[in-house]
C-alpha cells in the first residue's frame, strides 16, 4: 500500500513535543489545616494505585504537570485519528485503482488418469 505522507500531522507532533511537564494522576486536597491545605497526587503506577503527598508549594507545579500530561494524552489521540483517517482513505483509494475482477493465478490440481 503507496501513502501519501503529506497530512497536518507535523503540527501535532510539534505541539506534543512543545509539552514540557508531565505528571501523571489527580491532586487533591486531603484536609485544610491552618497554614493552608495538604495535597496528594494519586496515580496508577503498574497496575496499582500510587499515592504521594505533595508539598503545598509544589502543588501548582503538580497541577500544571498533569495539564502537562493530559494535553499530551489529547494530542495523542488526535494524532492516531488522523493517521487512522488518513490510512483508510490511501487504502480506499489503492482499493478503488485495482480492477474489480482479476483472474487467480491458482490452479485447481488436476484429477489423475490412474
Known amino acids: 500500500m503507496a501513502m501519501n505522507t503529506s497530512h497536518p500531522l507535523p503540527g501535532i507532533l510539534q505541539q506534543i513535543a512543545d509539552i514540557q511537564v508531565m505528571e501523571r494522576g489527580k491532586l487533591s486536597i486531603i484536609k ?7 495535597y496528594k497526587l494519586q496515580a496508577r503506577e503498574r497496575g496499582k494505585n500510587v499515592t504521594r503527598y505533595i ?3 509544589q502543588a501548582p507545579a503538580v497541577q500544571e504537570a498533569i495539564e502537562g500530561y493530559q ?8 494524532y492516531a485519528r488522523q493517521v487512522i483517517n488518513h ?9 478503488k485503482k485495482k480492477p474489480a475482477h482479476h483472474k487467480s493465478t491458482w490452479r485447481k490440481p488436476r484429477k489423475s488418469s490412474a
Do not use: H, K, Y
Open 32 to 38: 485544610e489545616g491552618p497554614s493552608g491545605p495538604f
Open 71 to 78: 494535553r499530551f494524552e489529547a494530542l495523542t489521540e488526535e
Open 55 to 57: 508539598p503545598r508549594e
Open 87 to 95: 490510512t483508510r482513505a490511501a487504502m480506499t483509494a489503492d482499493f
